[in-house]
């Protein structure tokens, strides 16, 4: 048995299948805990251990399945030890991730998670019987298991629980479905036995069905599914994805603009030192006598395939320059890249587009404008200040989102119960631009309406208030000390750390005394990133909308400076609209109500004042409802004198007729038993239309003396062939169609019954 694996990473395989050797080379070596305890406790299998046995032991009490046999392969047809071990694997897996921050989600490794616990779920529920949540409570077992040697699962377990309990509960209403979805598909089948890829892509996408999964289904009914079919749908994706990453990098040349190791390579072997950009956190002044370090047109677009030349010029399309110091902030931690201009001094002009960071290089994406750059021309830096303001303004007040979400959710929760919440509120993502500010955090359910008010009247009070921001660069032990910090889980901080603070304190004064409690009223964090000076200069905010992206997982967008206070006065003239509404009555009420909802849904306003307005909406809405019913049950008597009027002037058993007054099945219902009250011996097909709606009603009803008419098959041939959806009996039926453009043929066929 294998218990230490060294590898020694030397070459890369290039495409035609040559060695071609590595700019690092060294050893990489792992030993496995599994691999490593088996030996110890002398069994054949990892699974023998008493890592697994008690998770074993735990799948067999909740499950009721037989207890774990060993079997493997043949031994076990009925797949009942495979589940065994999948289960087991899988929730230690997802234990540890959902504990060190992931969570099952629709990309990356949250998609990874939510693929494994869902091939567990599936293994649990087909293979050993269990029931709906049998997975979920696994979790004890596994802190048991784990607890002691990694507290931090014994501190999340509540958290891990409800994550699990989610993801399984909202996988299994799909898993019913999923099964009927497959066993349709394999009844399509041919005589070759093979599995669409396509359809596994589908099951995989739509389903949720991982590909393993998909493919061990197929194969219980003697069937090999197309990976190769499949692996290329998955491909197709990726690459569209790819793309679309790859033509904004290049502006649209469709050239290859990255630095991958080739590059970073060539770079260090010409002794090109890292990109000095201190200057990125100086304000409206331009940074000179940069010098051009090299020139880049591409990957693959030189004869070397590294892509660095001499020169470039207008004809070199899309190209990257590296200098030795810049001004320009590299899109990195969320925030987006700044934009701007070089200028040699023999008159080149490049546009600056992109700047991305490749390790220690700067790489500043545009097109030469005019002129033509080299190698060791002198270049001056000049940044759109006017566009970094409103992004630096959105990356200040995620800082104090952060610290507003932290304050409402957990702190004065903290204070009405006078304990310690195990809850927290953890950065899962940003993203800064010029126009909004988007912020991920982990919260196990939606904001209350209350709870969204809060959080942004904290935010717009440090703005009213006019809170320094400072920044300042510390020795990341004495950093970390600060009683208040908030820092990325799992990021990698460098030593020393750039200390950002929404403060009247400065940095000096919390790393004095970093303990202090005073210091939690602030928002103190590790940042990269361009920031204001001070919060006013934020003007205002604006919490546009809160969601969930995944589980445990939700989702603020607001924005800041203009566009915030264009959405508050956007929202106060809706409001005033909606206080002109309030005296308007009758049908001008429904048509004024119609108009403000389609224009409700349009504005990019606070999300607390929409949910305000809507209620407001709901309100008129009910108020129109009462009109109309009110309407409708006087026009109910103007409908039966026309039908009886038209009964009396048709001739035969049969009358058919419209009148529009929607769909109301009430109205409807009362004008046939009023009909049938007044005229004893004809029967009456009513079609009324509801245009806005696109949908139309016929009912009919007949004495119970006319034995030769069934009125579900006089309807139902009258509206053949159509999307129509109802039914009824002999003596009365009611169905209703899609498409008012075919209210005409249906009378036509109605007539001719």
């Known amino acids: 048995m294998e218990i230490w694996n060294v590898v020694f990473i030397q070459y890369n395989r290039e495409a035609d299948g040559s060695l071609r050797p590595l700019p690092a080379q060294h050893v990489d070596t792992g030993m496995g805990f599994e691999r490593l305890t088996s030996i110890l406790q002398n069994v054949d299998s990892n699974y023998d251990t008493d890592i697994f046995i008690p998770l074993f032991t735990a799948i067999q009490n909740i499950t009721g399945a037989r207890p774990y046999a060993k079997k493997v392969g043949k031994e076990d047809p009925e797949y009942i030890d495979m589940a065994y071990r999948v289960v087991a694997d899988h929730i230690r897996t997802l234990c540890f991730a959902i504990t060190d921050g992931a969570v099952p989600s629709n990309d990356g490794r949250g998609y990874v998670l939510r693929r494994v616990l869902r091939r567990a779920v599936r293994y649990g529920r087909q293979n050993l019987g269990a029931e709906l949540g049998f997975f979920a409570k696994l979790v004890p077992a596994f802190v048991d298991v784990m607890g002691s040697a990694f507290p931090e699962v014994v501190e999340k377990q509540e958290y891990v629980t409800g994550i699990i309990q989610e993801e399984e509960e909202s996988f299994s209403r799909t898993l019913d479905k999923g099964l009927q979805k497959f066993n349709e598909l394999a009844e399509k089948v041919g005589a070759d036995?093979?599995?669409?890829?396509?359809?596994?892509?589908?099951?995989?996408?739509?389903?949720?069905?991982p590909v393993d999964?998909?493919?061990?289904?197929?194969?219980?009914?003697?069937m090999t599914l197309n990976k190769e079919e499949f692996e290329a749908k998955m491909q197709e994706e990726h690459d569209i994805s790819q793309a679309a990453h790859l033509a904004k990098m290049a502006g649209g040349s469709g050239k290859d603009m990255r630095l991958v190791a080739e590059q970073t390579s060539y770079l260090v072997g010409q002794n090109i030192s890292a990109t000095d950009d201190a200057a990125k956190y100086v304000w409206h002044e331009e940074l000179a006598d940069c010098v051009v370090k090299a020139c880049f047109i591409g990957r693959n677009e030189t004869e070397d395939m590294i892509g660095f030349v001499g020169s470039i010029s207008p004809e070199s399309s899309a190209v990257g320059i590296v200098l030795d110091k810049s001004s320009f902030y590299a899109e990195a931690g969320g925030q987006v890249y700044d934009v701007g201009t070089l200028t040699s001094s023999t008159g080149a002009v490049v546009k600056?587009?992109?700047v991305q960071a490749y390790g220690q290089f700067v790489l500043h994406l545009g097109e030469v404008a005019s002129g033509t750059l080299s190698v060791g021309d002198t270049v001056k830096c000049s940044v759109d200040y006017v566009r970094r303001a409103p992004i630096a303004s959105n990356h200040t007040m995620t800082h104090v989102l952060n610290h507003a979400l932290r304050e409402v959710l957990i702190k004065r929760l903290e204070k009405e119960s006078g304990k310690t919440s195990t809850l927290t509120v953890d950065q899962k993502g940003s993203l800064v631009d010029e126009t909004k500010l988007r912020f991920d955090f982990s919260w196990s359910g939606q904001l209350t309406p209350e709870q969204l008010a809060e959080v942004e009247k904290l935010c717009m009070d440090r703005i009213v208030n006019a809170v320094p921001v400072d920044a300042y660069v510390a020795p990341l032990g004495d950093a970390q000390q600060i009683s208040s910090l908030r820092a990325v889980f799992g990021e990698k901080y460098p030593?020393?750390?750039r200390v950002v603070a929404v403060s009247d304190h400065a940095v000096p004064e919390m790393l004095a005394n970093?303990?202090?409690?005073?210091?939690?009223?602030?928002?103190?964090e590790f940042c990269g990133g361009t920031h204001l000076t001070n919060t006013k200069e934020a003007e205002a905010f604006v919490l546009l909308a809160e969601e969930g992206i995944a589980k445990g997982i939700r989702r603020i967008t607001a924005i800041t400076t203009g566009e915030a206070k264009k959405a508050i006065a956007l929202a106060n003239e809706f409001e005033s609209k909606l206080t002109a509404a309030e005296v308007v009555q009758g049908d001008d009420l429904e048509s004024t109500v119609k108009q403000l909802s389609a224009e409700l849904d349009g504005l990019d306003i606070a999300a607390v004042k929409k949910m305000q307005f809507r209620e407001q909406l709901a309100t008129m809405t009910k108020q129109v409802l009462a009109h109309k019913k009110q309407k409708l049950a006087g026009m109910a008597d103007e409908i039966v004198d026309k039908a009886v009027s038209v009964a009396a002037e048709t001739g035969g058993s049969k009358v058919v007729m419209r009148f529009d007054f929607g769909?109301?099945?009430?109205?409807?219902?009362?004008?046939?038993?009023?009909?049938?009250?007044?005229?004893?011996?004809k029967a009456l097909l009513l079609v009324t239309a509801d245009p806005e709606a696109d949908r139309f009603m016929v009912i009919a009803g007949a004495p119970k003396a006319m034995k030769d008419l069934n009125c579900k098959a006089w309807i139902e041939a009258a509206t053949d062939g159509l999307d129509a959806k109802g039914g009824g009996k002999p003596d009365s039926a009611q169905y209703q169609v899609s498409g008012v453009e075919a209210v005409d043929t249906v009378l036509e066929k109605a007539r001719k019954f």
């Open 193 to 209: 036995q093979i599995f669409s890829g396509a359809d596994a892509h589908f099951l995989y996408t739509s389903m949720g069905f």
């Open 213 to 222: 999964l998909t493919e061990l289904m197929a194969e219980e009914k003697g």
């Open 352 to 354: 600056i587009t992109n």
């Open 495 to 497: 030593d020393p750390v």
């Open 514 to 524: 970093p303990q202090d409690s005073q210091w939690n009223e602030y928002s103190v």
């Open 663 to 681: 769909v109301e099945g009430k109205v409807a219902k009362s004008v046939m038993t009023a009909f049938g009250k007044q005229v004893k011996d």
